[in-house]
């Protein structure tokens, strides 16, 4: 075990990569740079009974309270030189220079030793040649994601750290130290709450797995059985550690009872269907569609009587040019469409619980660490595609989880390639200038190539499937993705020469509306070819196959 663990070592793999973020460090960075600035002197500046209501600038601190934490842990390294350029100032806007980027950006590389920590773990604790292998490369995958590179190397988040927490709660479920997952998991959500969309899933598999007996004795009364369905003593050592991690993170906040105001912050339901620049989901084609449906009704006379009838809007709103021309009606609002029904917060909460709970069965009636994969990574998707007011950024909820499956199976690599490349694809209008605009580009694809090929070579090929299963779906996936290289040199184009000609920034959101349409209807198409192979083909979920 030693030697394959050396052998399979991600540390030149991380070198590299933190050369490139490293460089990057001067680079772009958007607004969420002054977003954890001003956290950092939120935490370090006020008592923690003032965290969750202080709002001298609009980047209010609204994360769950470890992060808050992290950041007041943060702000005590703050050397001198970068607290005297205005790194800790509470200000209405952040005013600052180098010596705050350079911190800040050295903040988030090294937090993300967590990440590679745990992937390095993940790799060491495999229990075979041939499964280290696949172990390493699904590693050197993420070590190396295009998303956590522009997410938060160019954009700025703080991703890494989280997905380590994330990558450790996964090995400690395929270890069965379920005690140790449920730590984890806690840990993750005490951080930042958008983990919820994968909760259903650990809970079902820890209850299941972990803290139930369905088996049936008949020597034994009904009763005895009945008592026997619970594992009493799993279920309050469970409890505990998931309860204690809740209890620290929350106590100093009910003490001073400001949880109303941090609820308020962390769940602003007042926003609209729709972020800013679309998330690639179903809400997307929904958004388009009703554009499309304004300019046949505009333009198409013989139209107008059928959508009225069918669709019963009001056409006196098409009137209004300035909602027409809207590209986002709804930032921070509700979301008012011109022609289909309007969506509500119920309805993509009924949605989103319907294919999550649909996910759930298999994984109760057959707790392994395969179906807990598979679920975790349908409960990322259905919250990713039905959720409301999803972040693009949230892509690498559904991304994670299915790596650590995908070399499981060769069927589930037509999934994995639309799902990574239109996901990873989809979050290239986060960085819009033209210095990183070849850096996203030429990363992603050079991580598309090598890993399309490293997958295909370690992936496991069932006995029963021939070399020809699966011909027509991989050709029309990978024509799918080919399409994707026009789509971004087309609206790179936009984005080159658009402060040169007038018409290119009237097509701003035109651009946007591209990668969104067309990255949506390849994550909806690995979401339904999935969900096939994840309810209809046993032999993949079969951990003695």
């Not at 006196?316 to 979301?335: E, H, P, Y």
């Not at 998707?381 to 959720?387: K, P, Q, V």
Request: proline fraction near 5%; charged fraction near 15%.
């Amino acid at each position: 075990m030693a030697e394959r663990s050396k052998q399979y070592s991600l540390l030149n793999i991380w070198c590299v990569s933190l050369a490139l973020k490293a460089l990057l460090s001067i680079g772009y960075h958007s607004t969420d740079f002054d977003v954890h600035r001003n956290w950092l002197a939120i935490t370090h500046n006020l008592p923690v009974a003032q965290w969750y209501i202080e709002k001298t600038s609009q980047w209010t601190l609204d994360y769950p309270p470890f992060f808050a934490y992290y950041e007041w842990a943060l702000s005590y390294l703050v050397p001198r030189f970068v607290r005297e350029d205005g790194c800790l100032a509470i200000v209405e806007k952040g005013i600052y220079s180098l010596p705050t980027v350079f911190f800040q950006r050295l903040s988030v590389i090294v937090s993300e030793l967590v990440l590679f920590l745990a992937l390095q773990w993940y790799v060491k604790s495999a229990r075979s040649n041939q499964e280290a292998t696949r172990a390493y490369v699904v590693a050197s995958s993420l070590v190396l994601s295009p998303g956590i590179l522009i997410i938060d190397h160019i954009h700025f988040q703080y991703n890494g750290i989280l997905y380590g927490f994330l990558v450790l709660m996964i090995n400690c479920a395929r270890l069965e130290k379920f005690l140790w997952c449920g730590f984890w998991f806690s840990v993750l959500l005490c951080f930042k709450h958008i983990y919820l969309y994968l909760a259903p899933a650990v809970f079902v598999y820890l209850l299941r797995a972990y803290c139930l007996n369905l088996s049936y004795d008949p020597k034994m009364s009904f009763a005895h059985n009945a008592v026997r369905l619970v594992r009493w003593k799993n279920l309050f050592k469970l409890g505990s550690v998931v309860i204690g991690v809740f209890i620290v993170a929350f106590g100093p906040f009910i003490y001073y009872h400001v949880i109303p105001e941090m609820i308020a912050r962390l769940f602003p339901f007042s926003r609209g269907l729709t972020h800013a620049y679309w998330a690639p989901n179903v809400w997307a084609l929904y958004s388009f569609l009703d554009r499309v449906l304004i300019q046949v009704y505009k333009r198409v006379p013989l139209s107008r009587i059928p959508l009225q009838r069918v669709l019963q809007f009001d056409p006196t709103l098409l009137n209004n040019q300035k909602l027409v021309s809207s590209s986002t009606r709804g930032i921070v609002g509700d979301i008012e469409f011109l022609v289909l029904p309007t969506i509500t917060p119920k309805l993509t909460f009924l949605l989103t619980l319907f294919y999550q709970l649909m996910a759930l069965i298999p994984l109760f009636l057959q707790p392994t660490f395969e179906r807990f994969l598979g679920a975790l990574t349908l409960c990322g998707y259905a919250s990713f595609l039905f959720g409301w007011h999803v972040h693009e950024k949230a892509i690498l909820i559904v991304i994670f989880p299915i790596s650590f499956l995908v070399t499981r199976d060769k069927r589930l690599l037509s999934s994995f390639n639309l799902l990574a490349s239109c996901g990873y694809v989809s979050l290239f209008p986060l960085i819009f200038t033209p210095e990183e605009w070849l850096i996203k580009v030429v990363f992603t694809l050079l991580w598309y190539i090598i890993f399309y090929f490293h997958f295909r070579k370690v992936v496991r090929v069932p006995s029963h499937l021939t070399e020809s299963s699966g011909y027509m779906l991989d050709r029309v996936s990978n024509l799918f993705i080919l399409g994707l290289l026009p789509v971004t040199i087309i609206t790179g184009m936009i984005d080159l020469f658009q402060h040169k000609y007038e018409v290119l920034r009237q097509l701003e959101f035109l651009k946007l509306m591209i990668y969104s349409v067309y990255c949506g209807f390849g994550v909806i198409s690995s979401w339904n070819t999935f969900n096939w192979l994840y309810f209809v083909d046993e032999t993949i979920w079969d951990p003695s196959s």
